[in-house]
């Protein structure tokens, strides 16, 4: 039996669950860039070693956001009565794979670190958007 509250809780939890895995990446790229930075002014090996490491601590955030984002769109799609409620991850979801493919040096890292900060701030911002949404409409 279809239960909107149930429902609208289940999509608010799986939102939150993605928002915590996006926020984690965002926090470990802006570390990142703050180390890389350090590295483009002569900081020593190991401060391409640490944004390495905050790097490698976002890809692990972001692997945990997929299914989180995956589940966060099926939950809206199961809320029978809310139209045009939904998340398109699909762009994101694709850059962040693109990015974490490889590097080709500091000055490229650094930008491609920023744009996939942006992209999963975007993330964020449409997930907090949906969030408020569902509660305002429980």
Do not use: C
């Not at 609208?8 to 703050?34: F, K, M, Y």
């Not at 693109?98 to 650094?110: M, N, R, S, T, Y």
């Amino acid at each position: 039996m279809y239960n909107r509250n149930i429902e609208v809780r289940e999509a608010i939890e799986a939102g939150e669950r993605a928002l915590v895995s996006l926020q984690d990446a965002s926090e470990s790229l802006g570390s990142a860039r703050n180390w890389g930075l350090l590295d483009l002014l002569g900081g020593r090996s190991i401060s391409g070693l640490v944004k390495h490491v905050k790097i490698d601590n976002a890809r692990q955030s972001l692997n945990r956001a997929k299914p989180d984002l995956d589940r966060f769109s099926k939950e809206l799609t199961d809320i029978r009565d809310l139209q045009g409620l939904n998340i398109e991850i699909g762009d994101f979801l694709t850059f962040a794979d693109f990015f974490f493919d490889g590097f080709l040096a500091d000055i490229l890292v650094q930008s491609k670190i920023r744009q996939a900060q942006d992209r999963i701030d975007d993330a964020i911002f449409r997930v907090e958007s949906v969030l408020r949404q569902l509660r305002n409409y429980r």
